[in-house]
C-alpha cells in the first residue's frame, strides 16, 4: 500500500490496546482511531439525553445526529461528538459502565463500521477495538489481539485512575472489567473474539516498550517481505 498499511489491535478492556496502537502509529507515521471512543461518545450523548440504552432506535436517532470526530490533542487526541468536546466525559464511570449496552446494538454497530471503515480506507492507521480484526478490517496486514490477566488490567486501570485523582476500589474495578469482557464477548454482533489469522500477545508481565517492540517486529516483517 502506497499509503501504509492497516493495523488493528483488538483485546478486552484494559490490556493496553490505545497505549501501544498510539505509540505504534507514531512510530510509523499513520493514523490512530480510537473505535471505542466512537461508541462512548454516543453512550455520553444517550446518557445526556435520557435515552433508553437498549432502545435501538432510540439510540439511532442519536447516531443519526451526532457527527463524531476526531482533532489533534495533547497528551490525547480531542473527540468529538457534534461541536461539543467530549474528551474527558466519556472516560467517565458511568459511561465505561453502559458503554457495552449500545455497543451491543447491531445498527449501531453496522453504522459506526461504516464510518471506521471509511477513516481506514487510504491505509496508514492503527485501529484499536474489539471486532477491528474480525468485521471492521477484516484484510487488516497485521492483526494483533492483546490479552493480559483480570488482576492486571484492573491493577493498571486502578493506576490509571489514581493520576486522575478518580478513587474506585480494586475490587470494583476488577468486577466493572470482567462485566465489561462478558458482555462485549457474548454478544450477537461481532462479539469480542481473536481473529483467526491475529498474533496473540499476552502482556500481563510486559512493559509497554516490549509490547510496542513486538508488534513493530510483526510489522516490520510484513512491510520488508512486502516485496
Ligand atoms: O479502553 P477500554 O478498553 O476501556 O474500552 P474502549 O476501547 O474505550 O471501548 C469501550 C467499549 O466500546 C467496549 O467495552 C465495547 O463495548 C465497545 N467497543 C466495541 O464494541 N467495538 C469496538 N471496536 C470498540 C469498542
Ligand atoms: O485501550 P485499553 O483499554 O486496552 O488500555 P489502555 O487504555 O491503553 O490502558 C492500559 C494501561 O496499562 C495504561 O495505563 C498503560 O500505561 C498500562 N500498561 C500497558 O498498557 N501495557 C503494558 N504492557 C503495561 C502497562
Wanted: aromatic share 4%.
Amino acid at each position: 500500500a502506497v499509503n501504509g498499511i492497516q493495523i488493528a489491535i483488538d483485546g478486552p478492556a484494559s490490556a493496553g490496546k490505545s497505549t501501544v496502537a498510539k505509540l505504534v502509529a507514531a512510530k510509523y507515521g499513520y493514523v490512530y482511531l480510537d473505535t471505542g471512543a466512537m461508541y462512548r461518545a454516543i453512550t455520553w450523548v444517550a446518557l445526556q439525553q435520557n435515552v433508553q440504552l437498549n432502545d435501538e432506535l432510540a439510540v439511532m436517532a442519536v447516531v443519526d445526529k451526532t457527527p463524531i470526530h476526531f482533532a489533534a490533542g495533547s497528551p490525547d487526541q480531542l473527540v468529538f461528538a457534534g461541536d461539543q468536546d467530549v474528551t474527558k466525559a466519556i472516560r467517565s464511570e458511568n459511561v465505561t459502565n453502559n458503554v457495552s449496552t449500545v455497543a451491543a446494538l447491531p445498527q449501531v454497530r453496522a453504522a459506526l463500521t461504516a464510518q471506521m471503515q471509511k477513516i481506514a480506507a487510504a491505509g496508514g492507521i492503527v485501529m484499536d477495538g474489539r471486532d477491528i480484526g474480525t468485521t471492521v478490517l477484516p484484510h487488516a496486514q497485521v492483526k494483533i489481539f492483546l490479552v493480559a490477566s483480570v488482576k492486571e488490567r484492573a491493577q493498571r486501570r486502578y493506576l490509571e485512575n489514581q493520576s486522575k485523582g478518580i478513587e474506585v476500589s480494586l475490587e470494583t474495578l476488577e468486577e466493572e472489567i470482567q462485566a465489561r469482557d462478558y458482555k462485549d464477548s457474548h454478544r450477537e454482533t461481532s462479539p469480542l473474539v481473536q481473529a483467526k489469522d491475529a498474533q496473540r500477545l499476552d502482556t500481563t508481565s510486559l512493559s509497554v516498550k516490549q509490547v510496542v517492540e513486538q508488534i513493530s517486529k510483526t510489522v516490520d516483517q510484513y512491510l520488508n517481505h512486502q516485496g
